[in-house]
């Protein structure tokens, strides 16, 4: 079950204060939730395309929500990992870091983060090789 209730609201992301008015853009929210993930140690970014700075980076999505009259998020977020770090220690620092970053740069409150790992990156020297299985006999 989703903290959400599974349910997207429509949240009004503009916040009034007695100096005026602050408003969000969705995708601030979601370039917010990438630089905290990208600040993680042990997260990688595949590099592809005729670009030597082309990356890849993390997957995201947000739903926004309320949690008790308080405007909420629950981010999913997909991101590799470099072989030589541990993936639980990675996804939790991900969901610390993440909860953190959002909650200190923004008005929302982190129900939940929900880190998936789509892939492990090997170096080149020890990517292992994807062989035929070895012939019944």
Same mark, same amino acid.
């Given at each position: ?5 599974g %349910?997207s ?6 916040n009034?204060?007695s %100096? ?12 917010i939730?990438?630089l ?18 082309? %990356? &890849?980076r ?23 990992i470099?072989?030589?770090? %541990? ?18 740069? &923004?008005?929302?409150?982190v129900?939940s ?23 019944a006999?």
């Open positions: 079950r989703r903290p959400c209730g %349910k609201l429509k949240i009004d992301l503009s009034e204060s %100096k005026g008015q602050v408003t969000y853009s969705r995708g601030i929210i979601n370039s939730i990438m905290a993930a990208e600040e993680v140690e042990g997260v990688a970014f595949h590099r592809h395309g005729t670009s030597k700075n082309a %990356k &890849t993390p997957q995201i999505r947000v739903e926004f929500c309320k949690d008790n009259q308080r405007d909420a998020v629950v981010v999913d977020v997909g991101v590799r470099k072989q030589e770090y %541990k993936v639980p220690d990675v996804a939790v620092n991900n969901q610390e870091n993440i909860t953190h970053v959002v909650e200190n740069c &923004t008005n929302f409150k129900l983060v929900n880190v998936n790992v789509l892939d492990v990156e090997f170096s080149e020297e020890v990517r292992p090789e994807l062989s035929e299985p070895p012939a006999t």
